[in-house]
């Protein structure tokens, strides 16, 4: 079936949305309050990174924000050489500016949408994606993307997913809905929960956690792994 999605959100709209919410985005606590256990995919997202790659020296943050996840792997594996990439210019140089004070290694900056990326091949140990690959949109977009991702891991490396999904059973689709709505209206009321699934519905075009495992062993992951799901919220990954 062919979907529209015209109607969503343009990079530019992106990218000036969250060139206004550098502050916002620099605290975990507030930065990501609308994802559902996030300082808890943080950590499990971060940990298995290290577990997995204990020696890890290179990592890509995609979508990085304005830092936090790298933060949080330099927290486990210090002197990382990071490369940081968004399409928010201010995220990134705030980013910069707290990643550069917690690594010896060198910190590269990669302002540009995650499908345009040259990556090299066989680079990176650790990639991190937290809260951004929704914003791909047709099938092509997602299967390019984790391709793209499989191919500059090193042998042995792995990726580190933690996002907004969909579920493919429309009953459940309904179910996770109702409760996120639930945990919107417990978080800041009715006017706040609606603006939050008004952004969602005009920017984001999440997939269901199968369609990205599956895609997963598509592209040649030798290993997925589910961390944690709660509602529309998981955190996953996958070891080249």
Not at 84 to 102: F, G, I, Y
Request: charged share 25%; net charge negative; hydrophobic share 35%.
């Amino acid at each position: 079936m062919q979907i529209d999605y015209s109607t969503k959100s343009t990079n530019d709209e992106i990218r000036a949305r969250f060139d206004n919410d550098v502050e916002r985005f620099s605290n975990l606590d507030t930065g990501q309050a609308t994802t559902i256990d996030a300082p808890l995919t943080m950590e499990l997202c971060t940990e298995a990174a290290k577990y997995v790659n204990p020696d890890a020296k290179e990592l890509l943050d995609i979508g990085c924000g304005a830092g936090n996840y790298t933060l949080k792997m330099l927290s486990k594996i210090s002197n990382l050489n990071c490369t940081l990439n968004d399409l928010s210019m201010p995220m990134l140089q705030r980013a910069k500016e707290r990643v550069s004070v917690q690594t010896k290694g060198t910190v590269t900056l990669l302002q540009d949408d995650m499908r345009n990326l040259n990556l090299p091949d066989n680079h990176y140990d650790i990639i991190l994606a937290a809260a951004t690959l929704h914003h791909l949109r047709d099938d092509a977009d997602w299967e390019a993307v984790y391709d793209k991702f499989y191919k500059t891991l090193k042998p042995g490396g792995s990726i580190w997913i933690s996002d907004l999904i969909t579920h493919d059973s429309p009953p459940l689709a309904k179910l996770f809905a109702d409760r996120y709505k639930d945990y919107l209206d417990a978080l800041g009321g009715p006017e706040y929960r609606q603006k939050v699934l008004d952004y969602v519905a005009h920017e984001d075009t999440p997939r269901s956690l199968n369609f990205q495992l599956q895609l997963m062993d598509k592209v040649g992951f030798k290993q997925v792994e589910v961390l944690h799901k709660n509602s529309c919220f998981a955190a996953f990954g996958g070891i080249k």
